[in-house]
């Protein structure tokens, strides 16, 4: 029946929030219509938090296999996700009062446009190496349609469901979820289909290079393979484990010859379209409706009426202690979602090379889109019989499952063999597909928590305020880990070459160590290449570059916790009559 109501419906429907308003006389049943389009709205985003399945293509877009020194770090392209959750956060803030005004239709479709734009602008930038057009596409346009796609399908079902609210949010954010969980495969066989490899040249056994000062390689001059002169990077066994080409082999290839794939993709056609289509059919109730059989003292904040108004909000305690409580639970889940690709790959990889390859770190991020899709809907249905208080207090537990993660890496890394390894990896994925479950709850459960707190009339702007600390916490975690990820990597480095023989390092990098510096910045001394020639028995540091990372955001889900704890209800009605007496 939903199929076919739609199929009557396919001209051009109107974007004004009348048209978009269904009369109030509204048979209950029909409004579960309203959950399909909100769906594919939310379906159609959910990609932007798999941002991670682009990370290693961004970072190796002209060397390909591995980085070069002319290609983009971590600390270049990690803040591209911080920056669209800045943006975000300002479109919620400044756009929450015009969703609501403006209905859903026009919200959706500007949102869906919006990021459908973003994808190809961001491929455009990709393809002309131009980190400038990236930031515009995903940073500034992704976080643009990122805000109000997200905003106007969690308000409408939110008023047509005023007596589960819990349940409502449930529905419309489990398909955000959802989005992020397809869209890894989907991501993964475009960047396959248009995957080059770069030219092989030859092992390093048969190729002789020389460096140049600002510390990247090129062809010797007196090689006997390759083009002199010709830039090139040299990939490591470590290096290709994380591409999906298992053909290639160890050794020199020639620079910008080669293609990641990552410019050639067309999603942003295709979440564009969905999510503009999807926008126009969807619907909010008439002021006065209310399901049939739903009595309610409109006088409290379980009703639809109530409000208090979002200035005010502004100034109670409450909103501080709620802004923390998303904000410190957020940070530790984006900077998993940001980077779970990469990091998978670097905790695991090398301790268990056979089972974490690169198809099985794509299964892994798809697996916490599904977690963040579960989460968002089983929490959010919970807290309608536990309470929303008492299920951000749950969110807890995550700090044993994050502070515990170091434990798991060091257990790994000195076991005897991979089956030792594999009990540390599946308490690893099992832990961290739980920790993301209760990052999707934060924000199903967050816009019943304000309706419940401030009550519903106004819920809408009140979100988008509060979403600015989810913005906060997405700047800091990716941010924090690039940071915190590249110093240890440097320390990492630099142990290494303590232990690495003056006479190795000189023939392998045609460079004495004292003057390694401006090889660690152009990328040609890496931890892979320094591990080929470190002494047997020594232990590879990759894994180890997140314990900074896991304690930090353990110490902040427990601030967040008692932030939680401090959060009192508020007496809307008497505060709301108060107001109406200083008026008078």
């Known amino acids: 029946m939903l199929l076919a109501d739609y199929a009557c419906h396919l001209i051009i429907l109107p974007l004004s929030i009348e048209s978009a308003t269904a009369p109030i006389v509204y048979p209950t049943e029909q409004r579960w219509k309203a959950i399909p389009p909100a769906n594919f709205v939310h379906l159609s985003i959910g990609a932007v938090y ?26 270049d392209v990690l803040p591209v996700f911080s920056m669209a959750a800045v943006t975000l956060g300002l479109t919620t803030h400044f756009g929450g009062e015009w969703v609501e005004r403006s209905g859903p239709r026009l919200a959706g479709t500007v949102g869906s446009i919006c990021w459908g734009s973003a994808l190809i602008t961001t491929g455009i930038g990709v393809e002309f190496h131009s980190l400038p057009l990236v930031y515009a596409g995903y940073s500034l346009l992704g976080g643009i ?32 979820g959802l989005g992020a969980a397809i869209a890894p495969p989907i991501i993964q066989s475009f960047i396959d289909l248009f995957f080059v490899a770069p030219d092989f040249i030859g092992s390093l056994h048969d190729v002789t290079l020389s460096t140049l000062p600002d510390g990247s390689q090129v062809i010797s001059e007196c090689s006997q393979n390759g083009i002199p002169h010709k830039p090139v990077v040299v990939a490591t066994d470590m290096d290709l484990a994380k591409v999906t080409d298992s053909s290639l082999s160890p050794g020199v290839y020639y620079l910008n010859s080669g293609d990641t794939g990552l410019s050639k993709f067309s999603l942003g056609v295709i979440y564009g379209s969905v999510g503009t289509v999807a926008s126009r059919f969807m619907k909010v109730p008439s002021p006065g409706w209310v399901p049939s059989g739903y009595e309610v003292d409109q006088k409290t904040t379980a009703g639809t009426k109530v409000g208090l108004p979002v200035d005010y909000v502004m100034k109670t305690n409450q909103f501080p202690l709620l802004w923390f409580s998303v904000f410190g639970n957020a940070t530790g889940g984006l900077a998993l979602l940001s980077s779970s690709k990469l990091m998978i790959s670097d905790i695991w990889a090398g301790a268990l090379p056979g089972i974490v390859t690169a198809s099985f770190c ?11 899709a579960m989460g968002r809907f089983g929490w959010a249905f919970a807290s309608d019989w536990i309470g929303r208080k008492n299920t951000y207090s749950l969110f807890a537990l995550g700090v044993p499952i994050v502070g515990g993660c170091p434990y798991l890496c060091h257990a790994a890394m000195e076991s005897t063999g991979s089956n030792e390894a594999i009990l540390p990896l599946a308490a690893f994925y099992t832990g961290s597909i739980l920790a993301i479950t209760f990052y999707g709850g934060i924000f199903s459960v967050l816009p019943a928590y304000i309706a419940d707190l401030y009550g519903q009339k106004n819920a ?3 979100h988008g305020k509060v979403l600015t600390a989810w913005a906060a916490s997405a700047v800091c975690g990716p941010m924090g880990l690039a940071y915190l990820r590249t110093s240890a990597e440097k320390n990492a480095i630099q142990d290494l070459l303590d232990r690495v023989d003056d006479t190795m390092f000189e023939e392998t990098f045609d460079c004495v160590k004292a003057n390694a510096e401006p090889l660690i910045d152009a990328k040609t001394v890496t931890i892979s290449r320094l591990m080929e020639i470190a002494p047997g028995g020594t232990i590879d540091p990759t894994p180890f570059l997140y314990d900074s990372t896991c304690y930090v955001a353990a110490g902040l889900i427990t601030a967040s916790a008692f932030a939680n704890l401090a959060i009192r209800p508020l007496n809307v009605a008497k505060i709301l009559k108060r107001m109406e007496q200083e008026r008078a």
């Open 50 to 75: 798999v941002y991670s399945m682009w990370t290693p293509g961004l970072t190796t877009a002209l060397g390909v296999v591995t980085s070069s020194a002319l290609d983009w770090g971590y600390t």
């Open 145 to 176: 349609g990122w805000g109000l796609c997200y905003l106007a399908p969690v308000t409408t079902c939110m008023k047509w469901f005023p007596d589960r609210r819990g349940l409502a949010t449930g529905l419309a954010l489990s398909c955000f």
């Open 362 to 372: 794509t299964g892994y991020v798809a697996a916490l889109g599904s977690a963040n």
């Open 460 to 462: 809408g702007a009140i």
